[in-house]
């Protein structure tokens, strides 16, 4: 096998909802009610219900300099057209030998937590919202490319009922994943251990409906201080959503519900094996006393079966792939935020899976995520020969991946005009940036 041959599927991009998306959906007696851009002291601004919602961008950086990378943008001129037109995200795919891709909300944030928020003061505005952005997503977003797009939608997770309403409707238009808190106590709703749930687990299991839980959307990496350098937080983020998975791991409802899946979206994979050895000890060493039950399993044994992680570039976790369960494990590009590596996935992908068995790169790189997403690539594109790096990097030969510099962004106040940094940036410094956004 060579690296054009690879088929790839990435199960956590990002879209940039574009200016109308929630007007064009919204019903017609409430259009004038839609979250809408304005721009204010040269700033493209979401409005809504009375709030201000800045930072347009949220990290959307790809296709700058890296010298240049920064929280925001904060205009639609700064972001690279791909980040918000679903045609132009197809050519950035084709250019980067990527088949598919599963994107998460931006101004939702990425499991629907401001729908959640304001919903605690105005539940049918937070209705409306909701499933203003799913038809978006699903009617313009997916629709513009079949088969280059696996739909999700976000549910109103305040009100079972219409949740569960959701979920259906979603479910006839062909969505089999949906975005989710990793720890929904956190934002206000009931933890995952609560009956509040008990309905929800049991459509998305009857639905074959995955569960997915990004980083950050409930339990946020902190940072150890403001002085602290931002690469820090950086990089123990994907390993935040490790409280979270042992959360999951020992839930429950697992045991009523064997085809249930969820997924730790942008999480790695790498800790993921001492992460099982430990969970397993801890059940071995601490059960007698803590009367957890895994009926003979053990929790690792849970995790394997139910729970689908996923990696950027993460060689160690791919050398140690006999410690997880190769058949849950998928490839992530995270398009168009600072950790991509965009236009470049094929290359640093197959620095990490050439050596393994042709089977295994197979399963890691597509056929895992086609199989529990219920999306069949290959029929939706014509064949495999028409999915494979190489097919797609010649349809998108001229794309044009030069960097693109961006002069007016929002910077820290530890960078220049250009965004050279005159010294280390710090967490303190992009709390600061977002504040006086």
Known sequence: ?????????????????????????????????????????????????GQ????IG??????????EYGM????????????????????????????????????PSFAGGVFVAMAQKDPEEALRACRAWNDWHVQEWCAAAPGRFIPMCLVPAWDMAETLKELRRMSALGVHAVSFSDNPANIGLPSIHNAYWEPFWQACSELKIVINCHIGTGARALHPSDESPIDAWITAMPISIANS?????????????????????????GWVPYFLERADFTYAHHHEWTFTDFGGERPSDVFKRHIIS???????????????????????????HSDTVWPNVPEYLWASVNGL?????????????????????????????????????????????????????????????????????????????????
């Open 357 to 437: 068995k042709k089977e295994t790169i197979d399963k890691i790189t597509h056929l895992n995520v086609m199989r529990e997403y219920s999306f069949d690539a290959f029929a939706l594109n014509g064949g495999r020969e028409n999915c494979t790096v190489g097919h797609l990097r010649e349809l998108g030969k001229d794309v044009d991946v030069s960097p693109r510099h961006n002069l007016g962004g929002l910077k820290t106040d530890s960078m220049d005009a250009i965004g050279k940094a005159r010294r280390p940036v710090t967490s303190g410094d992009i709390e600061r940036m977002f504040a006086s956004a």
């Open 72 to 107: 925001e943008p904060t205009t639609f001129e700064q972001l690279r057209p791909g980040t918000y037109d679903p045609k132009a995200r197809v050519d950035d795919m084709n250019a980067n030998g990527v088949l598919a891709s599963l994107n998460f909300p931006t101004r």
């Open 245 to 269: 998975a042992a959360d999951w791991t020992f839930a429950s409802f697992w045991k009523r519900y064997p085809d249930l899946r969820m997924a730790l979206s942008e999480g790695g994979i």
């Open 52 to 55: 201000r919602f800045p930072t």
């Open 310 to 336: 996923c990696f950027i570039d993460d060689q160690f976790g791919v050398k140690n792939l006999d410690y997880m369960n190769e058949n849950m494990v998928a490839y992530e590009c995270d398009y168009p």
């Open 1 to 49: 096998m060579q690296m054009d041959d690879m088929v790839i599927i990435s199960v956590d991009d990002h879209a940039i909802e574009p200016p109308e998306a929630f007007i064009r959906h919204y019903p017609e007696a409430h259009k004038d009610r839609a979250p809408r851009i304005v721009n204010e002291d040269g700033k493209d601004i979401w409005l809504w219900n």
């Open 58 to 67: 949220l990290n959307a950086v790809v296709g700058r300099p890296r010298s």
